[in-house]
């Protein structure tokens, strides 16, 4: 049963992104960098190819615009624990924080923006995730989002981004 929910949602998603693509005709970058963060949110398993991340990444690395500082203040890159499916969550801090970056260009030099917009995306996708598969949970996560319905994200995260970002913790 949860296979063919699974294949479902896919399916949905495809078509979502399919009929979103039509309608997007002559689309600048920045936009479809908005619209493909916010897909990968809310379908993060849907790009089975891998299609859009590489997009994605390809762009992020190759624009002159904009500047994705990542630093691991969610702690999927850490060795000692086991984060099921950390690298979409790595990859979904970097379209986050480039999608605010483009819908928030008064805040690109703002690190602190940057993150917390990258850290919500990835709890995004997290969330999305969770729905299909209930067996992915991760604690740390589960507080952070936590934290963000209470408010209280931007400063727990303040410390840790800096902490992180400046001990050679970006990229």
């Not at 500082?69 to 969610?74: A, E, G, Q, R, T």
């Not at 950390?86 to 970097?94: D, K, R």
Request: one cysteine or more; proline letters at 4%.
């Amino acid at each position: 049963m949860n296979n063919v929910l699974v294949l479902l949602a896919l399916l949905f998603a495809s078509q979502t992104l399919q009929a979103d693509e039509a309608e997007s005709g002559a689309e600048t970058d920045e936009a479809k960098v908005v619209r493909l963060a916010g897909h990968l949110e809310s379908y993060p398993l849907s790009d089975t190819d891998k299609s859009i991340r590489t997009w994605l990444l390809d762009w992020a690395t190759e624009t002159q615009d904009i500047t994705v500082i990542v630093c691991d203040i969610l702690g999927t890159a850490s060795e000692e624990e086991d984060f099921p499916y950390s690298a979409i969550y790595t990859t979904q801090m970097i379209f986050g924080n480039a999608a605010y970056q483009i819908r928030h260009p008064d805040k690109r030099g703002d690190l602190l923006a940057t993150q917390l917009a990258a850290a919500r995306s990835s709890l995004k996708a997290y969330h999305s995730i969770l729905a299909a598969h209930p067996e992915a949970r991760i604690p740390h996560f589960d507080e952070l989002s936590r934290k963000d319905a209470s408010g209280n994200l931007e400063s727990y995260l303040a410390p840790v981004v800096a902490k992180t970002c400046n001990d050679g913790g970006g990229a």
